[in-house]
């Protein structure tokens, strides 16, 4: 609707323009007849066309504005549903596609905007061009065929002058995004940054990527300039070559003084319209290095959705040749990569059959031929020393690390939990923190409830502390890390999950706030696998999965691996 009623309009701004045209020579005419009469006539018309074009000159932004809000709202809302489906956000590496965000948020809105604007233009120039093309040709053919000839020529030299700005464009938005992040990062990592008293060392290298920036931005700035002096001397060619082959035309008397002004009107106008490439071409340039961002992030989406397919066609033909038992699993295959294939199952069993892991580069293997069946309520602590796998591990389990081969047979995620090292506090209210990764009104759970947990988890004061449940602050600023752990274990509570998966979960936590924490797990019913350094939690747990150095590892029950610590 919205793109109709542009294009009516952009058709009426073109018949305004023919009409100002000849009433714009009808003006000169009179004026070169002395007729007063005529004149203040045709001057009437002439502005009674002016104040009635302003309405419809003055709506055309205004709709070409909607048109590229709502463009916009879908390319975003697209994007996003793809770049969030199957956690392919976790899965784009940033080496291959940087700032997805800004690409997003910036270059979309960018490339909605530059695209429109040259579409319209194309459609304007061309309109125009069968508009005037007449008129040119009437008043006089030489005019017409120099109007073509010029326009060729400064397409041409554009071209060759203005290649090398799409180029640079590109590299500027990508060392823009670079500096941004930085920034960001810097942000993000204050605190710990004004412990080293980094500032400085930090200095150092933001001036360094922004040097990076202006570099790159002078070398465009310079091209600029050399395509304005072109675009200049070129417009004044525009303004002085109708008046050389016209002006003696009216000396001989073969054409009237107000069809000099109208040649230089449709002069200017069918240059203008064949000469898209002279006037547009700067839009163009940030237009191509936006549009070859956005068309990267792309690919790399098509790419993991149809690795993502492909794992799912050959979960589902697994499921049809194997075993009864594993025709009988529920078969929803979650996508997969590189051999490693996850299938949900149901209840709250964990199977991993003969998986064999590797770091994303393939130089090193983690674990080889790992095969282990955990029931519903087991517990499985993960051992060994620093460097060997044990958090890779559990990404792999909760499918986030790709890189290997075998089976992994769990639980549906929403009957997962994951509880990092480091606990996320998403932007939102109190309440919001505690029942993420669902909304309040999503999982149903009371006010009551919530602050049962919070009292569970040695939080009872929170609530009140920070203005009530619906209280909105910078969670990741104002909460302790200890805090911010116990409040993933609050989540923990009110979500019951079939499977935990707990990774270094209690670093923060002093030892009777540890306990407290474990005791919650290991009473809930879920299955538990954990990672942690500290042997006290050995204890809340049945079995000890120890990874070695190059992939080896062996199981053994809680109690003997205690019983050898001691001994040791």
């Not at 009530?468 to 910078?474: D, R, S």
């Not at 969670?475 to 707990?502: D, N, Y």
Request: glycine share 6%.
């Amino acid at each position: 609707m919205w793109l109709s009623l542009l294009i009516a309009f952009l058709l009426m701004i073109s018949f305004i323009n023919i009409r100002k045209s000849y009433a714009e020579r009808d003006v000169f005419t009179a004026l070169e007849a002395r007729s007063a009469a005529l004149f203040w006539r045709d001057l009437f018309i002439y502005a009674c066309i002016l104040v009635g074009s302003i309405p419809v000159v003055g709506s055309f932004g205004w709709i070409k504005s909607q048109l590229e809000l709502l463009w916009r709202d879908w390319l975003t809302r697209r994007l996003l549903s793809r770049y969030l489906a199957n956690r392919n956000f976790t899965r784009i590496p940033a080496s291959e596609v940087d700032n997805p965000d800004e690409r997003i948020q910036q270059d979309i809105a960018s490339f909605c905007t530059e695209t429109l604007t040259i579409a319209m233009a194309v459609a304007d120039s061309t309109l125009a061009f069968f508009s005037f093309v007449t008129i040119l040709y009437l008043i006089s053919p030489t005019l017409l065929v120099v109007a073509v000839a010029y326009a060729i020529a400064g397409t041409v030299a554009t071209l060759m002058f203005g290649k090398r700005l799409i180029g640079m464009h590109y590299e500027q938005q990508r060392l823009e995004a670079e500096f941004r992040y930085n920034l960001v990062y810097l942000r993000d990592n204050a605190e710990a940054i004004g412990l080293y008293n980094a500032g400085e060392r930090e200095s150092k290298g933001l001036l360094q990527r922004f040097g990076c920036v202006l570099k790159n931005m002078y070398s465009i700035v310079s091209w600029q300039r050399n395509m304005t002096l072109f675009k200049t001397s070129y417009d004044y060619g525009v303004l002085i070559i109708p008046s050389l082959i016209s002006a003696p035309l009216y000396l001989a008397g073969q054409i009237e003084l107000g069809m000099i002004v109208q040649a230089a009107t449709a002069f200017g106008t069918v240059v203008g319209a064949l000469s898209i490439v002279v006037g547009q071409y700067q839009t163009y340039a940030r237009l191509g290095a936006i549009a070859r961002r956005i068309s990267d992030f792309i690919g790399k989406l098509e790419q993991l959705e149809n690795q993502a397919a492909q794992s799912e066609m050959t979960a589902l033909e697994h499921n049809a040749t194997g075993a009864p038992e594993c025709q009988a699993t529920a078969a929803a295959a979650i996508a997969t990569s590189n051999g490693i294939k996850t299938r949900v199952t149901a209840g709250g069993r964990l199977v991993i059959s003969n998986l064999s892991m590797t770091t994303p580069d393939r130089s090193h293997s983690l674990v080889q031929g790992l095969n282990l069946e955990l029931k519903l309520g087991a517990r499985l602590i993960i051992a060994g020393p620093s460097g060997v796998g044990k958090s890779s591990l559990l990404r792999a389990v909760a499918g986030l690390w790709l890189d290997g081969s075998g089976l992994i047979e769990r639980p549906d995620l929403s009957d997962m939990m994951v509880l990092p090292q480091e606990s996320y506090m998403p932007l939102g209210t109190l309440r919001d923190q505690l029942t993420y990764p669902l909304s309040a009104e999503e999982t149903g759970i009371s006010d009551a409830r919530i602050i049962d947990v919070l009292k569970r988890v040695d939080l009872a004061e929170l609530s009140l502390r920070v203005g009530g449940l619906n209280a909105v602050k910078t969670w990741s600023e104002i909460l302790s890390p200890g805090e911010r752990q116990r409040v993933a274990f609050a989540r923990l509570l009110l979500a019951t999950p079939k499977l935990v998966l707990l990774d270094e979960a209690t670093s923060a936590l002093d030892a009777d706030n540890e306990r407290k924490m474990y005791e919650f797990v290991t009473t809930c019913g879920a299955t538990v696998v954990s990672v942690a350094h500290h042997q006290a939690l050995i204890a809340y747990h049945d079995t000890v999965l120890v990874l070695e150095h190059g992939g080896g590892w062996r199981l053994v029950e809680a109690d003997e691996y205690l019983a050898s610590l001691r001994k040791d």
